[in-house]
């Protein structure tokens, strides 16, 4: 299986703050990658796949950047809702694997 | 609006099977992947195996012994049986739309293995 590994696993940050998180793949997975925004309780959110495009009505504040084995998800603007864990998603190779997760926590 | 809605017990004794289903309401069941995922307590989210509408499946290799998935389409829902349960199976179990970049989601279930 591809291994996904996400930093930081966590991260302090303040409303209106720019926060970056990294995926890295343990092979490359050309752009077969996905981020989704898990709130406390809630099913997973897709905010991003095939590594940059933006899922249909998610905020333009998050952007998905990378290729092969290097992955980032930007979120420009933090805002009270963001506060939640983001996780990664290969689909290139089979099975689908996840992200450890990046918890954004309230400064 | 489509959404997705597990049920099932929500406790299950060691050796038994694990059996939920989701249903799937707001659209058609037809001319998709669906699948099934789970999130242990603490941990990453797991893929367990999908199923396209047709009947074909595909299983992770680490479950693939003991998972089975089936599909009814005349009533919109899909199924997970997982069999000889341990106390590891016990996690939130979601169903979902696709086997990645997965844009409609159960609720989740929260599933205890349990003597």
């Known amino acids: 299986d591809i291994q996904m590994t996400q930093s930081p696993s966590s991260v302090s940050a303040s409303v209106g703050d720019r926060v970056t998180i990294t995926c890295r793949a343990s092979q490359g997975i050309s752009s077969y990658l996905a981020w989704y925004r898990q709130k ?16 249909t009505g998610v905020p333009s504040r998050f952007s998905g950047h990378g ?18 864990t983001y996780y990664c998603q290969q689909a290139n190779s089979f099975p689908p694997t996840f992200g450890g997760g990046t918890t954004v926590e309230i400064k | 609006q489509v959404q997705l809605q597990e049920s099932g017990p929500g406790l299950v004794k060691p050796s038994e099977t694990l059996s939920l289903s989701c249903t799937v ?10 699948s099934w995922i789970r999130q242990p307590p603490g941990k ?35 199924s997970l049986n ?32 349990s003597s």
């Open chain 2, 82 to 113: 997982l069999s000889s349960v341990t106390a590891a199976d016990t996690a939130v179990y979601y169903c979902a739309r696709g086997p990645a970049a997965i844009d409609y989601w159960g609720q989740g279930t929260l599933v205890t293995v």
């Open chain 2, 25 to 34: 309401s707001g659209g058609s069941i037809s001319g998709y992947y669906w």
């Open chain 2, 44 to 78: 990453r989210l797991e893929w367990i195996g999908y199923i396209y509408y047709t009947g074909s499946t595909n299983y992770n290799p680490s479950l693939k012994s003991r998972v089975t998935i089936s599909i009814d389409t005349s009533k919109n829902q899909f």
């Open chain 1, 40 to 55: 406390p309780g809630k099913a997973p959110e897709l905010l991003i796949y095939a590594a940059s495009n933006l899922q």
């Open chain 1, 67 to 84: 290729s092969g084995t290097d992955f980032t998800l930007t979120i420009s603007g933090l805002q009270p809702e963001d506060f939640a």
